[in-house]
């Protein structure tokens, strides 16, 4: 399957943004998906996660209650509703698949990862 994140930018401390991720290949619903996200000199961490079957999501806690992730099977796209956005959200924002059937939080147990997409927001 192949990734392809969009929607990330440059806004204010407070605004929203959503992400998308689109794919294409091979079944999308058959995938737990989820985004994490890159800061400048930090690890790659887990930002939120949904089953294959969209019945179960995990979210980080240093989001919770901010972003939201959906998927839309029919149109084989992943979202991520980023509200009350925080400089300390900054990072590159990726998607990712894997063949469990529940979303790890570890990123090496996804087989398939979207190029990434650049989200900062200014104080």
């Known amino acids: 399957v192949q990734l392809q994140a969009s929607g990330g930018g440059l806004v204010q401390a407070g605004d929203s943004l959503r992400l998308s991720c689109s794919t294409s290949?091979?079944?999308?619903?058959?995938?737990?998906m989820a985004w994490f996200r890159q800061a400048p000199g930090k690890e790659r961490e887990f930002v939120a996660g949904?089953?294959?079957?969209?019945?179960?999501?995990h979210t980080a806690d240093s989001v919770k209650g901010r972003f939201t992730i959906s998927r839309d099977n029919a149109k084989n796209t992943l979202y991520l509703q980023m509200n009350s956005l925080k400089p300390e959200d900054t990072a590159v924002y990726y998607c990712?698949?894997?063949?469990?059937?529940?979303?790890?939080?570890?990123?090496?147990?996804?087989?398939?990862w979207g190029q990434g997409t650049q989200v900062t927001v200014s104080s």
């Open positions: 990712a698949a894997s063949v469990r059937g529940l979303p790890p939080v570890v990123d090496s147990l996804y087989g398939y």
């Open positions: 290949g091979r079944t999308f619903s058959r995938y737990s």
């Open positions: 949904m089953a294959w079957s969209g019945g179960s999501t």
